[in-house]
């Protein structure tokens, strides 16, 4: 859990979900395909997956396999976007792979496909074009160079790279690009284990941090946190934990950064249980709590997705709240129109907006946001997400506000703003 504390008796608890916009390359011949259909049962379904499909480990850097042929075009092309990765390389060339075939490229699955490939980093971006053989390397560089991750101030930071170029049966050619920010970098962390043993976790951030705190979230239930140590003249962050129960576990390491609480880094790992489909998330508790809606409805659906979610676990619901409703509405809107995922897009953060605009007295307070093709992906992505869970079970909130903005290309930016009322 993260945690910032306010003025006396006020809490935050906030962190930014990883999101996966999938950006088409202008010109290109081809267009960015639907996400895959969503199962309408909630009941928790999972497909075992052949181990094999799961790297051993999962940790950051991943070396490009010694005697593997580089393309010539690839390496120039990975240059512009930042340093190249081997797992990010494997993804990329999955999803290469796929839309050479004319399959669908699902946004929503690439930061699973990242979690079976062992890479930990979160928010990954994907860029891809296709049209005819040869695409022209000129353009899509320059989309790479605009697209590659820096800072809010426009100051670069890492950038690692997975990069594919793939021709098609009937003369074309498609280009993949898959890119994170590398605010941190994982010591090998083994994706079996059994319940009950102990497991070590120790990262290097590469960015300034305040403290650091690993989040583990377990197959049901609320997140918990360990103890978890940052020495900030190396930027070591290390814990010790166990996995209290078989079932598949994701650890998320959270950073106090400059911008405030963000994931840095996640990993899968399964306890006495064979690993799920790559890419394929677990259908989040609450999911069918709003089939009954009419379209439209999405803030009112991800209100009876929420309170699904916290019935389910014995909590109290919430009650919805016109001043928290504005607020969140208001910053669901203004990221749809900077296309960011974010707490602060340009109007202050969450505790900054609160207490400058909700006129309520509250003991603390909170804000998810995310990014999905839908407010069922939505709900799943945060109800999956670590850091994210903890505001959504957390027992003493009391009022909800959901605004939700749909934006041209059909996906939805969220926001949900809790407060605990004095």
């Given amino acids: 859990m993260t945690a910032r504390l306010l003025p006396p008796l006020t809490g935050i608890v906030c962190a930014v979900i990883g999101c996966t916009p999938m950006e088409l390359f202008p010109g290109s011949a081809g267009q960015l395909d639907a996400p895959s ?6 009941a928790e379904e999972h497909h075992e997956a052949d181990v094999n499909a799961w790297a051993p480990v999962t940790k950051s850097p991943w070396e490009i396999p010694e005697g593997e042929v580089r393309d010539a075009r690839e390496e120039s092309l990975a240059k512009a976007c930042g340093t190249r990765d081997g797992a990010l390389d494997r993804v990329a060339h999955e999803l290469a792979a796929a839309r050479a075939r004319g399959l669908g490229v699902d946004p929503d699955a690439v930061s699973g496909k990242m979690r079976a490939a062992g890479e930990p ?5 994907v860029v891809f074009a296709s049209g005819h053989a040869p695409l022209d390397d000129v353009p899509i560089k320059r989309r790479l160079t605009s697209e590659a991750f820096g800072g809010r101030e426009g100051a670069r930071r890492p950038t690692r790279c997975g990069i594919a170029l ?13 890119a994170v920010e590398a605010l941190a970098d994982m010591a090998p962390l083994a994706t079996r284990a059994r319940a ?4 070590s976790f120790e990262a290097k951030l590469h960015v300034p941090a305040r403290s650091a705190k690993l989040v583990i979230l377990g197959p049901r239930g609320a997140p918990r946190t360990v ?30 950064l400059d911008e405030g609480p963000r994931p840095l880094l996640e990993a899968r790992v399964f306890a006495d249980v064979a690993p799920t489909a790559p890419g394929e998330d677990p259908i989040a508790p609450g999911e069918d709590a709003a089939a009954d ?20 676990e014995g909590l109290p619901p919430l ?25 602060d ?30 407010v069922r992906l939505a709900h799943r992505a945060l109800y999956a997400s670590p850091s994210h869970r903890i505001n959504l079970l957390r027992n003493d909130y009391t009022h909800v506000g959901v605004g939700v903005a749909r934006a041209p290309d059909g996906s939805v930016y969220v926001c949900e703003a809790f407060a605990a009322a004095r």
């Fill in 196 to 199: 009950g043993e102990w497991l």
């Fill in 319 to 343: 009650r919805r709240e016109p001043r928290l409703e504005a607020l969140a509405r208001a910053h669901a809107e203004q990221m749809r129109d900077r296309r960011e995922v974010a707490h």
């Fill in 227 to 256: 103890p978890t140590s940052l020495d900030a003249a190396t930027g070591r962050a290390r814990a010790k934990l166990t996995l209290d129960q078989p079932g598949a576990f994701t650890l998320q390491l959270v950073g106090d």
């Fill in 293 to 312: 809606l009419d379209e439209g409805r999405e803030a009112d659906a991800l209100v009876k997705m929420l309170g699904a979610v916290r019935a389910m």
């Fill in 166 to 178: 793939m021709g098609t049966p009937h003369g074309g050619e498609v280009f993949v690009a898959v």
């Fill in 121 to 125: 980093h979160v928010r990954p971006r």
């Fill in 345 to 374: 897009v340009g109007e202050g953060d969450f505790r900054a907006r609160f207490e400058g605009e909700a006129s309520m007295a509250a003991r603390a307070v909170g804000e998810n946001v995310a990014r999905a093709a839908s």
């Fill in 37 to 42: 259909a969503l199962r309408s049962s909630s």
